[in-house]
């Protein structure tokens, strides 16, 4: 098959993508093998493919595909999640596109519109993730809305409740007055942003002139206000004890009340309590029974119960509030104010604590055996730093409030009797049976129509906790073959930003469920910034679209330049550059492919001694490369595997490797060396085809004929052969002779065409090593190479690890720049040496650093004091030539 010229990865990845769905490779079933499971944290079905998401799935993606040739079983499940507010709020916006009020449907009819959409939008994040060479088993592709998943939710939600960890109950919730729903104290991100601090001015009632200055940052909350608060203390309000205080603008008479909660030194030291809108207010309420004044709406406009400004927007009523108490006389000054407002994570609205009775989900209970197994490594995390913030939640856990104000999601299985007792059951029918043999001995029948099932859906999250269970329908049926097999997971690849809100509810729901750990380790990703290390946004136009990078690029360049720039559980400062180092690896490749499969081979030629040892030597590289990988893949260090594999290819076997074994120019190769070469290449392939699955494909059926439907998907991940270290350090010295040449040639202007004489100064007492002599001679065209005794006149000279090498010279050379270069290294190793010294004159060094350490430092003086002695000789030399 002929090669193209230039590598084309568009063509070739729709190709081996096709081939690869075609024949079914990705998907999985159970068998004698080991499993090896990976669930996708599910995007939300209303998502688009993002940087954070290429990263994230490019990572499952190494792991699978190595866990596979690895002769594992690998299933990596795909799915999308529901995402209750964010579809909704889709959902809501297209139905007013066509004039269609939510309010103005039935929530059966509003379904029906949300399923459409789904149908229509909803896969698209999944087609996506194809692009980037994502081998999921696509025929097991689950939705947390599909019916066994719904189902388990349900199930898992009637469960708790029959064990008292679900209650219903009024509390102080996170309001999102966007989205019209509670939301979880996780769902509530706090920004630090810039405010204003407005003291204002209270009458004491009963009194001519007499006022208390109260400061806040939200005067529009004012019109709530049922209390003033001060410390029992504090003797400048001491006397307002049975007074009462006026609120300002509507002239409410509220209490003084005495409370240790008041820091006397912060403001005023006089606090403003507005029970229905601040959650230390709602709980000072209680403490001293105070009314509840709610003064917004649930979208965040003023209530009746305000009185003022009923129907406006609160941000709107805290300019004309503002103003009027101004004209009022009731503002004493306003400040700057730096301080933190919680926004909801979902829409970034600014929430609003509100009332509000909701569904809880109590989990001290449940938090403790999670921390234990997080604690104790029985679930590693990767990083290791992640058990400190997985630690500050769980010990600072609070109940779960899982219920939303929203009509897309699982609809909460509670039924209500016209006496408002609550029945949970599963459907309707079960609670008409369950309700009434509660009450058979009343001789009350309750009927279908007086049953009201509760309006509110489940948490997203409440779905997502069951995630590694249910898509393997491990609730309804814990013992069913795929359960048993694929679960626990394997691993978990996910940011560290959801480490609550998923990461140990799920280990919770493991536990609670099955008594098992869901996955064995979690590997934590960063988040993709740029290069000046800002959050990607597309108000910044600093977000690159992900499907461009790759129709320019190719998928395979593009994992590996997000790969380049990602230290496990770091940011990832991404640079466009990397991917164009990852086309030109790429190229690299294809064109070493091209340089192997263009040579004629000679079946009856002999193989070089060169050649041998080149083998020899690479498979010893080889070996120690995949002993690296070995490590670095148990680590999750997967940045350092690819950049060993990268070193491997691109600097082992393209600059070195390859020049070793070619042919000279129009001359055979030897079948031998040929059919090694292309067993190393094979290798290589495998090794970085996790990582780059598109390119090594094209290479491995390039490399030989392969039977139909063959895949190097399968083929195994290369062995560690016989470890040759020695080999490998004996090369190393090889490599320093061949780049001097080379640099001597350069600065002498001596032709590459032009053979020239090598010799070597023998060390006394020492055997010399001949083992690389004729790779060194091939590489650097050497006519003689020989061994000396003593120095060489007239030659241009070097010194390799305490060994002299001479070029003789035909003819002039600058001496005296030579003795210049000479004199030059020799001050750069006396100063090297003078450091070493001072090291070793430290006792407390000597004394107290290991053995070893101590020993390698005088090895590094006595080095370079050869070093020195050798340089001397040869300016010696330099100057007796003359």
């Given at each position: 098959m002929e090669l193209a010229p230039k590598y084309d990865p568009t063509i070739v990845e729709d190709k081996w993508y096709s081939f690869w769905m075609k024949n079914g490779f990705f998907h999985s079933e159970p068998d004698e093998r080991e499993p090896y499971t990976?669930?996708?944290?599910?995007?939300?079905?209303?998502?688009?493919?993002?940087?954070?998401?290429?990263?994230?799935?490019?990572?499952?993606?190494?792991?699978?595909?190595?866990?596979?040739?690895?002769?594992?079983?690998?299933?990596?499940?795909?799915?999308?999640?529901?995402?209750?507010?964010?579809?909704?709020?889709?959902?809501?916006?297209?139905?007013?596109e066509q004039g269609i009020d939510k309010a103005s449907i039935t929530r059966e009819e509003f379904m029906k519109h949300a399923w459409e959409w789904k149908e229509k939008h909803g896969g698209i994040i999944l087609e996506q993730l194809k692009k980037l060479g994502a081998s999921c088993d696509w025929d097991r592709t689950r939705f947390t809305m599909d019916e066994a998943l719904y189902d388990s939710v349900i199930t898992v939600f009637i469960d708790l409740y029959n064990k008292g960890l679900i209650y219903r109950g009024v509390r102080m919730v996170n309001w999102d007055p966007k989205a019209l729903t509670a939301l979880s104290d996780e769902e509530v991100i706090y920004k630090e942003v810039s405010s204003k601090l407005y003291y204002v001015r209270y009458k004491v009632e009963g009194t001519e002139d007499e006022w208390l200055t109260i400061a806040t940052t939200r005067p529009e909350t004012i019109l709530g206000d049922t209390a003033i608060c001060v410390h029992p203390e504090d003797e400048r309000y001491l006397h307002l004890k049975g007074k009462k205080i006026l609120v300002p603008l509507i002239n409410r008479p509220i209490p003084v009340i005495y409370d240790e909660y008041v820091e006397r030194e912060f403001g005023t030291g006089a606090l403003k309590v507005t029970p229905a809108h601040d959650i230390n207010d709602y709980n000072l309420g209680i403490k001293y029974n105070l009314p509840v004044i709610d003064t917004f709406n649930a979208d965040g406009t003023m209530s009746e119960a305000a009185q003022l400004y009923i129907g406006e927007d609160r941000f709107v009523v805290r300019k004309k509030i503002t103003k009027a108490?101004?004209?009022?006389?009731?503002?004493?000054?306003?400040?700057?104010?730096?301080?933190?407002?919680?926004?909801s994570e979902r829409t970034d609205e600014v929430i609003e604590p509100r009332i509000s009775k909701q569904w809880f989900m109590k989990m001290k209970d449940m938090a403790k055996p999670a921390l234990d197994l997080v604690e104790n490594d029985t679930i590693r995390f990767h990083p290791a730093k992640y058990k400190n913030m997985y630690r500050h939640w769980m010990e600072n856990v609070t109940d779960w409030c899982i219920s939303r104000q929203l009509w897309w999601g699982q609809r909460i299985p509670a039924y209500y009797l016209p006496d408002g007792k609550i029945i949970v059951a599963k459907n309707r029918e079960e609670a008409l049976a369950k309700a009434n043999y509660e009450l058979h001995s009343t001789n009350e029948e309750v009927k279908a129509e007086d049953l009201l099932q509760d309006e509110d859906v489940l948490d997203t999250w409440f779905s997502s906790w069951l995630w590694p269970i249910s898509v393997f329908d491990g609730i309804r049926f814990p013992d069913n073959p795929d359960i048993k097999y694929y679960y626990p997971t394997?691993?978990?690849?996910?940011?560290?930003?959801?480490?609550?809100?998923?990461?140990?509810?799920?280990?919770?729901?493991?536990?609670?469920?099955?008594?098992?750990?869901?996955?064995?380790?979690?590997?934590?990703?960063?988040?993709?910034?740029?290069?000046?290390?800002?959050?990607?946004?597309?108000?910044?136009?600093?977000?690159?679209?992900?499907?461009?990078?790759?129709?320019?690029?190719?998928?395979?360049?593009?994992?590996?330049?997000?790969?380049?720039?990602?230290?496990?559980?770091?940011?990832?400062?991404?640079?466009?550059?990397?991917?164009?180092?990852?086309?030109?690896?790429?190229?690299?490749?294809?064109?070493?492919?091209?340089?192997?499969?263009?040579?004629?081979?000679e079946n009856n030629l002999e193989q070089p001694e060169t050649s041998k040892i080149s083998i020899q030597w690479f498979e010893a590289v080889l070996s120690e490369a995949i002993i690296s990988l070995e490590e670095q893949f148990e680590k999750y260090r997967l940045s350092e595997a690819l950049m060993t594999i990268y070193k491997l290819i691109w600097d082992d076997f393209c600059s070195w490797y390859l020049e070793m074994i070619k042919p000279a120019y129009q001359q055979p190769i030897d079948r031998g060396t040929y059919e090694s070469t292309l067993l190393i290449f094979e290798k290589l392939s495998c090794i970085l085809h996790p990582f780059m699955p598109f390119i090594t494909e094209e290479v491995?059926?390039?490399?030989?004929?392969?039977?139909?439907?063959?895949?190097?998907?399968?083929?195994?991940?290369?062995?560690?052969?016989?470890?040759?270290?020695?080999l490998i350090t004996k090369f190393a010295t090889a490599e320093e002779v061949i780049t001097q040449i080379r640099t001597i040639r350069k600065e002498k202007n001596i032709p590459f065409k032009d053979p020239i004489r090598l010799f070597i100064r023998k060390n006394y007492g020492e055997q010399p090593d001949t083992t690389f002599d004729g790779v060194v001679a091939k590489l650097c065209n050497i006519g003689e190479l020989g061994y000396t005794d003593g120095k060489m006149a007239d030659s241009l000279s070097f010194i390799i690890r305490n060994t002299e090498f001479y070029i003789p010279v035909t003819q002039n050379i600058d001496v005296s720049a030579e003795i210049a270069k000479l004199e030059e290294e020799i001050n750069y190793t006396k100063g090297f040496l003078r450091s070493v010294e001072a090291k070793l004159e430290n006792e407390k060094f000597v004394g107290s650093a290991p053995e070893k350490v101590v020993a390698a430092e005088r090895k590094k003086k006595s080095d370079a004091e050869e070093r020195i002695h050798v340089l001397e000789e040869q300016i010696r030399g330099f100057k007796g030539g003359k």
């Open positions: 990976i669930v996708i944290p599910p995007p939300n079905v209303t998502g688009v493919l993002h940087m954070g998401h290429m990263l994230n799935n490019t990572i499952q993606d190494i792991l699978v595909r190595r866990a596979r040739m690895l002769g594992k079983n690998a299933e990596w499940l795909p799915g999308t999640d529901h995402a209750s507010i964010a579809t909704e709020a889709k959902v809501v916006a297209k139905l007013k108490l101004k004209d009022q006389g009731h503002i004493v000054k306003i400040e700057e104010y730096t301080n933190k407002v919680g926004y394997s691993a978990l690849i996910t940011a560290s930003d959801i480490i609550f809100f998923w990461v140990a509810r799920m280990i919770m729901a493991g536990w609670e469920y099955r008594h098992e750990i869901p996955f064995k380790d979690v590997y934590f990703t960063g988040m993709v910034r740029d290069k000046q290390g800002r959050k990607m946004s597309k108000s910044l136009g600093n977000s690159p679209e992900p499907l461009e990078l790759i129709r320019v690029n190719g998928a395979d360049a593009v994992r590996v330049g997000m790969l380049l720039c990602s230290p496990a559980g770091n940011d990832l400062l991404f640079d466009e550059n990397l991917i164009e180092q990852g086309r030109n690896f790429s190229n690299k490749i294809w064109n070493a492919l091209r340089l192997v499969k263009g040579w004629q081979v491995w059926h390039h490399i030989r004929e392969r039977k139909a439907g063959e895949t190097i998907m399968y083929a195994h991940q290369p062995e560690v052969a016989a470890r040759e270290p020695e």
